[in-house]
């Protein structure tokens, strides 16, 4: 059973030195307060796993957080570069970071052969391509019916997975909808599930087929409103575009980024809205 | 009307795609451009976003993979896992719509590194879903822009395989999907060769010269022996596709590439 607890607390708990974490969201809901309070409390070398690294993981990377990165695509979304992530990989600034690269259909294999118990996940995939030559686990297997050679990628398992919900109950049953993504894959791959909420409700009452995840698989459920911003939550606030766009000039300069994150992120934060916050905070610089 | 070579570029991509066909969209341009298809002589044409949105229809250019209108005006939103597994593997794609970082004569693309892998001098955002579009849907189109940059004789990297050295190179190591069929730049329109799958200058824009063209190419560039000039973007596609972008801007309060 999911415990209600402060979000300070269960990162505390249940995110420690060199886990490998999958903070998981594909544009929409991605765990941005969870991802800042694991700043905050300067965990260190983590293996983030995340199909898109975002914002959040630039973040992450320029606060020294890492000391590898899984994923498929790495660029902020309809603006240009993650600043960060390319002064770590191109310059090892703050440190070095391995990179572990893979495509995203090979990432959505891994995850739900990691929920789904397997060893290794399986597609139609990289032929021709240099990613295998640069990542020593994408291998090939023959179908053993018809002699087709497949990719084949080892399934991801993370220690823990860090997703953001709309909505979960007073006993932790968690219901997301709109763009869903890989977190139902990413929580049924991990061994332990952080999951940010905008609400807690005394009763869900998600229609029939709708993505739940239930109490039992998820470890924690923290209230967390505005938690996914500056990336969205439908039902409650639209993506702010325009804080994509100012985190192109924030996160260019080793300097800039430091001051942003020290006033924004490590500075006590207290009980705020999330979202209001930042939105407050945006509209100052 | 007078255009714009980014204009030219976005209506003759669009003109691509046939009423009707199931599209893959890759963000930026290609996103531009099905949409501006869409509103204009393709209204039936299904967009698919690799993030879940199946038959998207947005009144204003996302500037994400996964906007909230995305879903919103889908038929039905699925997982990524699905999009990519069902409906993309599973052969269910008439069209990949890619943009790219590089391309050469044989239009595989790099969006990995520019440089060496491990000390790269400008590291790109990577594959995300594209290697997987290229090998599997029906047919590729690639829209970007044409600079000594991006038409490059050498990738540092290939990410997403076109016609990888040429001839029946896809066939000879079993990809199931027809490749490239064209590329659209700002300058004109590329076609593999018949045979030998180069790339060949087959369209090129009013008013572009063939050496401006020749000059924006990494390699020497074959031209078709009849080379035809690109019809001129009517004034029904330049005002729906100004409408667009200008609904664009002011939703996003920036200009959507």
Known sequence: ?285 | MDHSADEIMTVSAARMLRNGAVCFVGIGLPSKAANLARLTHAPDLVLIYESGPIGAKPSVLPLSIGDGELCTTADTTVSTAEIFTFWLQGGKIDVGFLGAAQIDRFANINTTVIGDYDRPTVRLPGAGGAPEIAGSAGEVFIVLRQTQKTFVDRLDFVTSVGHGEGGDYRKRIGLLGGGPAAVITDLGILRPHPTSKELTLTNIHPGVAIDQVRAMTGWSLSFSSNLEITPAPTSEELAVLRDLEQRTATAHGVTAV
Request: charge should be neutral; include cysteine; hydrophobic fraction near 45%.
């Open chain 1, 1 to 285: 059973m999911a415990r209600i607890l402060p979000l300070a607390d269960a990162v505390t708990e249940l995110v420690h030195d060199g886990d490998q974490v999958a903070c998981e969201g594909f544009t929409h809901l991605i765990p941005f307060a969870a991802g800042h309070e694991i700043i905050r409390q300067e965990k260190k070398n983590l293996t983030l796993v995340r199909m898109t690294p975002d914002l959040i993981y630039d973040q992450m990377i320029g606060m020294g957080v890492a000391s590898k990165i899984v994923f498929s695509w790495g660029g902020n979304p309809g603006v240009g570069s993650l600043h960060r992530l390319r002064d770590a990989i191109e310059r090892q600034w703050p440190s070095s970071l391995a990179v572990e690269e893979l495509s995203h259909a090979g990432m959505v294999q891994a995850y739900m052969a990691g929920a789904a118990g397997l060893p290794f996940g399986i597609l139609r995939g990289f032929t021709g391509t240099d990613l295998p030559k640069v990542n020593a686990r994408i291998k090939s297997i023959t179908c053993p019916f018809t002699g087709e050679s497949l990719a084949a990628i080892p399934a991801i398992r993370p220690d823990v997975a860090v997703i953001h919900a709309q909505k979960a109950d007073r006993l932790g049953n968690v219901l997301i909808w709109g763009i869903i993504g890989v977190q139902k894959e990413a929580v049924l791959a991990s061994k332990r599930a952080l999951v940010t909420v905008e609400e807690i409700v005394d009763r869900l009452e998600p229609p029939p087929n709708a993505c739940v995840l239930p109490s039992w698989v998820v470890s924690a459920v923290c209230l967390a409103p505005g938690g996914a911003y500056p990336s969205y939550a439908q039902g409650y606030y639209d993506r702010d575009n325009r804080f994509y766009q100012l985190w192109d000039k924030v996160s260019r300069s080793r300097e800039e980024f430091l001051h942003w994150m020290k006033i924004n992120v490590l500075a006590p934060s207290g009980p705020v809205n999330f979202r209001e916050k930042f939105s407050n905070l945006e509209r100052v610089a």
